[in-house]
């Protein structure tokens, strides 16, 4: 018997013997859907495998070889998609391992060294490097970093590894430029904030990711950093605690004001208590900002919350308690009569 056809017929055996699996299976799930699944399945596949079975047999019995090679298609398909998905797979782990073996390869061979020193966690040869000359801070990798926006990648990626923030601190140390574009030259099609130093990292709340942030805000990098719309950092849906006491350390400036037109020239406070931020919203008040500002179209932070915060509002976990905090120190400020 030849090869296509024995792998027909055994194609079809596996087929017809998955479909009697669904069959008996026995249902699970906590609702009508997933209880009937299994079955929904093997109803929906049986009249297919006995159409294969059924072309497969007439073609081999003398009928015309159509009806065969379309039985042999039908119980092959399976098998050919799983092939197709197997080779796409395969080829975007290639592609993605060719891309990703471009991060740290500079045009200079020395700062290449040094990149590979960052990533081996060697703090012994980076030091060695960076005290043998001058280093071309500016230079991009073919990823477009320079090397701190490599040791940045690199550090913040890493939940479990803090040494990782001491090489960017090396780096620092050394003189490599906090520059906003760190990470990449140009923005492109992406938004800005994607690519701002300081805003990329404000936006990843691991131990890493903010000790770097306050390592290159201590190092000169701008604490007033924008979004692609003119909105101050500390308006993004990002926002957390910890930020923003890195944010305060640094002499941000708090008291600016939101240039969207639908919340135009609110302050940080409203915008924290629309999005029920309390923990954020506590911060601005004890930063100063008064709730009772007026914005342009008559809307105070007070004026807001009785909208998002109605009376019997209840909050859990942590949010219950930020709520409860934020309102105790609003209490501190009671509104003018």
């Known amino acids: 018997m030849k090869i296509h056809v024995m792998s027909a017929w055994t194609l079809l055996a596996l087929e017809a013997l998955f479909v009697l699996m669904l069959a008996l299976q026995r249902n699970m799930g906590d609702d009508a859907a ?5 079955t929904g399945f093997a109803m929906l596949l049986a009249p297919v495998v006995l159409a294969a079975a059924g072309l497969l047999w007439w073609g081999s019995r003398g009928g015309p070889a159509v009806a065969w090679w379309l039985g042999f298609c039908i119980v092959a398909s399976p098998l050919a998609y799983g092939a197709v998905n197997f080779s796409v797979d395969m080829l975007k782990k290639i592609d993605r391992g060719m ?41 991009r990798d073919r990823w477009g970093r320079t090397l701190l926006g490599h040791a940045v990648e690199k ?17 620092l140390a050394a003189g490599a ?42 190092a000169g990098a701008s604490a007033d950093a924008v979004d692609e719309d003119g909105r101050p950092i500390y308006f993004s849906t990002y926002t957390v605690l910890p930020a923003l006491e890195i944010l305060a350390r640094h002499g941000a400036d708090f008291t600016r004001l939101d240039p969207r037109s639908d919340r135009l020239q609110q302050n940080a406070l409203m915008n924290a208590v629309s999005m029920q931020m309390w923990a954020a919203a506590r911060f601005f008040l004890m930063q100063g900002l008064s709730p009772d500002y007026t914005a342009p179209d008559g809307r105070s932070m007070r ?5 998002v915060d109605p009376p019997g509002s209840s909050y859990y976990g942590d949010d219950e308690l930020a709520h409860r905090a934020f309102m105790a120190e609003l209490a501190k400020y009671p509104p003018p009569r």
Not at 155 to 171: H, I, K, N
Not at 184 to 194: H, Q, W, Y
């Open 34 to 38: 997933g209880r009937g699944m299994a």
């Open 99 to 139: 891309w990703r073996a471009q991060q740290g390869r500079f045009a200079d061979a020395r700062l290449t060294q040094l990149a590979q020193a960052i990533d081996g966690q060697d703090a012994a040869v980076l030091q060695r490097q960076l005290a043998s000359g001058p280093i071309d801070w500016t230079a």
């Open 155 to 171: 550090a913040v990626s890493d939940y479990g590894e803090p040494s990782r923030a001491e090489f960017v601190r090396m780096l």
């Open 177 to 218: 430029p906090p520059a906003a574009n760190a990470l990449v030259a140009e923005p492109g099609m992406a938004s800005i904030s994607a690519h701002n130093l300081v805003y990329h990292l404000y936006g990843i709340h691991n131990p890493n990711a903010l000790a770097v942030l306050d390592m290159v805000l201590a």
């Open 303 to 307: 004026t807001i919350l009785a909208e």
